[in-house]
């Protein structure tokens, strides 16, 4: 299965994988969860406890005007949506989704030592509300 693996403070690679859970899981260390920010039928899959385990920020998560309004923490990859399953991105998704975080290279924001859980947490909450 074709995915696009995007780590943080690195550019977007595109990686074959299985597609076993065990490998999905390798790939963001540790338990995995999948959102649908995107039209496309896309998810976007990260570690499910990114933010509460301070891992560090990646890319935000964008409304259709470009406003962020959440940061995935950590590494996470773009996969295909099938029927039941995940499968390969097309060649114009890969395309599409590697443009998209080539140019959201980093989302850096400057957060004092020992904060950053916090503030990543209140963002969670307040996204959640």
Do not use: W
């Not at 994988?17 to 998810?43: K, T």
């Not at 385990?53 to 259709?64: K, S, V, W, Y």
């Not at 080539?102 to 904060?115: K, L, R, Y």
């Amino acid at each position: 299965m074709t995915i696009l693996v995007v780590e943080p403070m690195k550019t977007p690679t595109v990686q074959e994988i299985d597609g076993s859970l065990e490998s999905m899981q390798r790939i963001v260390g540790g338990d995995i969860e999948a959102v649908y920010p995107f039209d496309d039928p896309v998810a976007l899959v990260c570690h499910g406890e990114g933010k509460l385990l301070g891992l560090p920020m990646n890319r935000a998560l964008t409304d259709e005007s470009g406003v962020p309004y959440d940061i995935v923490c950590g590494t996470f990859f773009v996969v295909g949506i099938g029927d039941e399953d995940f499968t390969s991105l097309t060649e114009q998704q890969i395309e599409k989704y590697r443009k998209k975080y080539a140019n959201e290279m980093v989302f850096s924001v400057p957060v004092p030592s020992g904060n950053h859980k916090k503030q990543c947490n209140k963002e969670k909450n307040e996204h959640e509300r």
